[in-house]
């Protein structure tokens, strides 16, 4: 199948919306019934799907380690273990993993073939699209009313360009 992909901000965040409100349905209804599948059969599949309808889950408590260990970092609290000094010295590692992201994006743009100046905008905002899952994930965490809202698909592309990975 096709998936078109909304190329608006507001679009995208409306559509990451439902994405994170459905994840959080799923989890809510699936993730007892996964984990004992799991320990009872060892399919790692169960292990796995809880794990992807645990993940909005997980960003914000990672987000929220962020938060706790960056004001231990500027009140002077002291932490030992070499994760925990990452975290907390925020910017470095920041630019760090920013960094290694945009050299693994062109590293696998052109070992595609791909040319990295058409999607150079793409690589670079990355990381801005992750970081605004942030407040989607906790609007729909707390939000327990989330409308649905349709997407305007109004790109027109047709069977070859989709052929072809235009």
């Known amino acids: 199948t096709y998936d078109e992909q909304p190329v608006e ?26 984990i004992k599948e799991f320990f009872k059969t060892g399919n790692i599949s169960c292990f796995d799907m809880f794990l992807v309808f645990f993940a909005p889950i997980f960003q914000i408590l990672a987000f929220i380690q962020i938060i706790i260990l960056n004001t231990f970092y500027l009140f ?14 925020g910017f470095l590692f920041f630019v760090f993993l920013y960094g290694g992201g ?50 305007a698909h109004n790109r027109n592309v047709n069977f070859k360009n989709i052929i072809a990975g235009k």
């Open 76 to 89: 002077g609290i002291q932490l030992y273990d070499i994760f925990s000094y990452m975290f907390a010295s």
């Open 102 to 151: 945009i050299l693994m994006s062109i590293f696998v743009l052109v070992y595609n073939h791909k040319k990295v100046f058409k999607v150079a905008s793409g690589v670079l905002l990355f990381a801005v699209f992750i970081i605004t899952w942030i407040p989607i994930n906790i609007i729909c965490i707390f939000k327990k009313d989330i409308k649905w809202e349709p997407i």
């Open 9 to 34: 901000f507001k679009a995208s965040w409306k559509q990451r919306k439902r994405w994170s409100a459905g994840t959080l349905q799923c989890f809510k209804h699936y993730n007892l019934k996964l």
